[in-house]
C-alpha cells in the first residue's frame, strides 16, 4: 500500500519557520560611519625618542632622551560589529631597533660622589596588542565609541656595556625580558562626510600597577578614510604613543615616544 504524505504537514512546517526566522532579531543598518566587519594592514613610520635607565653593579647607567632616526612598524587593526551599536577593536603592532650610545651616571656615595661612563649597546623590542569591546552612542553620521578590554605586552631589553668606575673596568651583559596584561580604556570619534569618506580619531591608555613590571601606554590618533572601491579603501592617519615601562627589582626604565603618519590598506566586508 502506498502512503501518501500528511496534506497539511507541509504547511504547518512552512508556517513554523517563517515564525521562528521571524523571532530571530533583525540587524538594523549600522551608522554609515561603522562597517560591520573590516581589516586593516599597514605601517606606523615614526620618529622615536628612547630612553633606558638600569642599575648595574657599576652604577646606573641611563642613557637621557636619545634622537633616533625614523623606524617603520608593521601594523594590524580589525573591527567587528557583534550588534547594531556594540563590538570589538583588535589592534597590534612590534617596536624593535638597536641603540649604540655612551653612558654616564653620578651616584652619591657618603659625602662623595662616583662617576661611572660607560659605552652600551641596547637592543629593544616590545609587542603590543590591545583587545576592546566598544558601546558606539549615536546612530546619525558621527558616533562615540567607549571601549573597555586588555592589553598585552612583551618588552625586551638586551643590555651589553663596558663601564669604568675609578681604575676599575668591567663589562656589562644582561637581558630584561617581561610581559604582562594590563586593563585598557579606549574612546573613539567616527563622522562620515559620505559613507566612502570618513574621519576618524582615538585615543586609548593602558595602566599596569603590581607585579616585576608596572607603566603606561598611551595611544592617540587622528586620521581620514577613503574608499575609492565599495569594499576597499586606504586610512591614513597621524599618531603619538608614549610607552613608559618601569621593574623594581633592578629599577630599570624603559621609556620610549613615537610619533609619525601612519598608512594601512582596509578591507570592509
Given at each position: 500500500?502506498?502512503?501518501?504524505?500528511?496534506?497539511?504537514r507541509?504547511?504547518?512546517?512552512?508556517?513554523?519557520?517563517?515564525?521562528?526566522l521571524?523571532?530571530?532579531?533583525?540587524?538594523?543598518?549600522?551608522?554609515?560611519?561603522?562597517?560591520?566587519?573590516?581589516l586593516?594592514?599597514?605601517?606606523?613610520?615614526?620618529?622615536?625618542?628612547?630612553?633606558?635607565?638600569?642599575?648595574?653593579r657599576?652604577?646606573?647607567?641611563?642613557?637621557?632622551?636619545?634622537?633616533?632616526?625614523?623606524?617603520?612598524?608593521?601594523?594590524?587593526?580589525?573591527?567587528?560589529?557583534?550588534?547594531d551599536?556594540?563590538?570589538?577593536?583588535?589592534?597590534?603592532?612590534?617596536?624593535?631597533?638597536?641603540y649604540?650610545?655612551?653612558?654616564?651616571?653620578?651616584?652619591?656615595?657618603?659625602?662623595?660622589t662616583v662617576?661611572?661612563?660607560?659605552?652600551?649597546?641596547?637592543?629593544?623590542?616590545?609587542?603590543?596588542a590591545?583587545?576592546?569591546?566598544?558601546?558606539?552612542?549615536g546612530?546619525?553620521?558621527?558616533?562615540?565609541?567607549?571601549g573597555?578590554?586588555?592589553?598585552?605586552?612583551?618588552?625586551?631589553?638586551?643590555?651589553?656595556?663596558?663601564?669604568?668606575?675609578?681604575?676599575t673596568?668591567?663589562?656589562?651583559?644582561?637581558?630584561?625580558?617581561?610581559?604582562?596584561?594590563?586593563?585598557?580604556?579606549e574612546?573613539?570619534?567616527?563622522?562620515?562626510?559620505?559613507?566612502?569618506?570618513?574621519?576618524?580619531?582615538d585615543?586609548?591608555?593602558?595602566?599596569?600597577?603590581?607585579?616585576?613590571?608596572?607603566?603606561?601606554?598611551?595611544?592617540?590618533?587622528v586620521?581620514?578614510?577613503?574608499?575609492?572601491?565599495?569594499?576597499?579603501?586606504?586610512?591614513?592617519?597621524?599618531?603619538?604613543?608614549?610607552?613608559?615601562?618601569h621593574r623594581?627589582?633592578?629599577?630599570a626604565?624603559?621609556?620610549?615616544?613615537l610619533?609619525?603618519?601612519?598608512?594601512?590598506?582596509?578591507?570592509?566586508?
Amino acid at each position: 500500500m502506498l502512503l501518501t504524505p500528511f496534506p497539511g504537514r507541509g504547511a504547518k512546517v512552512a508556517t513554523l519557520a517563517a515564525l521562528s526566522l521571524a523571532a530571530l532579531p533583525v540587524l538594523a543598518d549600522p551608522s554609515p560611519a561603522l562597517d560591520r566587519a573590516s581589516l586593516s594592514i599597514g605601517a606606523f613610520h615614526a620618529d622615536p625618542t628612547f630612553n633606558a635607565a638600569v642599575d648595574t653593579r657599576f652604577g646606573r647607567l641611563d642613557s637621557g632622551d636619545v634622537n633616533r632616526s625614523s623606524v617603520t612598524m608593521p601594523r594590524v587593526k580589525a573591527d567587528v560589529l557583534l550588534f547594531d551599536s556594540q563590538g570589538l577593536s583588535l589592534d597590534y603592532y612590534q617596536y624593535k631597533r638597536g641603540y649604540s650610545d655612551s653612558l654616564v651616571s653620578n651616584t652619591n656615595v657618603g659625602s662623595g660622589t662616583v662617576t661611572t661612563t660607560g659605552s652600551a649597546n641596547l637592543d629593544v623590542k616590545l609587542d603590543f596588542a590591545r583587545l576592546a569591546y566598544k558601546w558606539w552612542l549615536g546612530s546619525g553620521n558621527t558616533v562615540l565609541g567607549l571601549g573597555a578590554g586588555a592589553a598585552y605586552y612583551r618588552a625586551n631589553l638586551d643590555l651589553r656595556a663596558t663601564a669604568a668606575v675609578g681604575g676599575t673596568t668591567g663589562a656589562i651583559n644582561e637581558i630584561y625580558s617581561d610581559d604582562a596584561v594590563a586593563p585598557l580604556l579606549e574612546v573613539g570619534l567616527r563622522h562620515a562626510i559620505t559613507p566612502d569618506l570618513r574621519l576618524f580619531a582615538d585615543a586609548s591608555g593602558v595602566k599596569k600597577t603590581g607585579g616585576s613590571v608596572r607603566g603606561e601606554i598611551y595611544n592617540a590618533a587622528v586620521g581620514v578614510e577613503w574608499f575609492p572601491l565599495k569594499n576597499v579603501g586606504v586610512v591614513l592617519d597621524y599618531g603619538l604613543t608614549d610607552i613608559d615601562l618601569h621593574r623594581d627589582s633592578s629599577n630599570a626604565r624603559f621609556r620610549v615616544k613615537l610619533k609619525g603618519p601612519s598608512a594601512f590598506l582596509k578591507v570592509r566586508f
